[in-house]
């Protein structure tokens, strides 16, 4: 089974929609999860931290339920400017030494 | 605040020709540095990390080696480049919560 699974999409939206990415990950002790986001040949870039109590940037918000190992990002408002792959990570606690794990990325693509 | 450069930015290599990539961590000290490589459509994939100068780990055996000749730098190198090792190639770094960032990336096409 692997680390992290996601739905690889894709998911086509439009303008102003709403649009939930989930993933799941198979070990019950990790400690830290974050959303990535990739533009089409470019590096990825960390969109925000996954916490306990959920937390929310703006337009985008994020959920964990470590009892269903399960993490979600909620995205309002699609912009054109939010095409690009979701890339759900998790990994140790912050400061332990240890690799992350990446999915695969969910591809979104936003139409006006 | 921190920064992170790679490079080249592209590199178009025959195979059996030897590769150098080099990453560069500004604006902190004694990171953990990792390497990935992301195949055309595929996950990213973890290939060596360190911990500090001279001490790497590698993730998959394979024809590539790294090495961290000073505390923020970090080198990817082979011998001998196979077609499979076409690749996006990607330095991050590490900070204390845990959050990686990236470098631009090389992408590498061997011939």
């Known amino acids: 089974r692997k680390e992290v699974e996601q739905d690889p999409g894709p998911f086509n939206v439009p303008e102003g929609a709403t649009v939930a990415f989930n993933c799941t990950y198979s070990?019950?002790?990790?400690?830290?999860f974050f959303w990535y986001r990739q533009d089409c040949r470019k590096e990825p870039k960390l969109l925000m931290s996954?916490?306990?109590s959920g937390n929310e940037d703006g337009r985008f918000t994020a959920q964990l339920n470590r009892a269903s190992q399960y993490i979600s990002l909620l995205i309002r408002d699609s912009k054109l400017s939010d095409s690009a792959t979701y890339l759900c990570?998790?990994?140790?606690?912050?400061?332990?030494?240890?690799?992350?794990?990446f999915g695969r990325g969910t591809q979104l693509t936003v139409w006006p | 605040s921190q920064t992170i450069h790679q490079w080249p930015a592209t590199l178009v290599q025959p195979v059996g020709s030897p590769l150098s990539l080099e990453c560069t961590v500004e604006?902190?000290?004694?990171?953990?540095l990792y390497w990935y490589r992301q195949a055309a459509g595929r996950g990213l994939q973890l290939l060596f990390y360190?911990?500090?100068?001279?001490?790497i780990s590698s993730e998959v055996p394979q024809n590539l080696s790294a090495s961290r000749p000073q505390d923020r730098q970090f080198i990817l190198s082979s011998k001998k480049l196979l077609l499979s090792d076409s690749g996006f190639y990607l330095c991050?770094?590490?900070?204390?919560?845990?959050?990686?960032?990236f470098g631009p990336g090389t992408r590498l096409t061997v011939t």
């Open positions: 360190s911990v500090g100068i001279g001490q």
């Open positions: 990570v998790v990994g140790p606690r912050g400061s332990t030494l240890g690799r992350l794990y």
């Open positions: 604006g902190t000290s004694n990171p953990n």
């Open positions: 070990n019950s002790a990790s400690q830290s």
């Open positions: 996954v916490y306990s």
């Open positions: 991050a770094w590490k900070d204390q919560k845990g959050e990686q960032y």
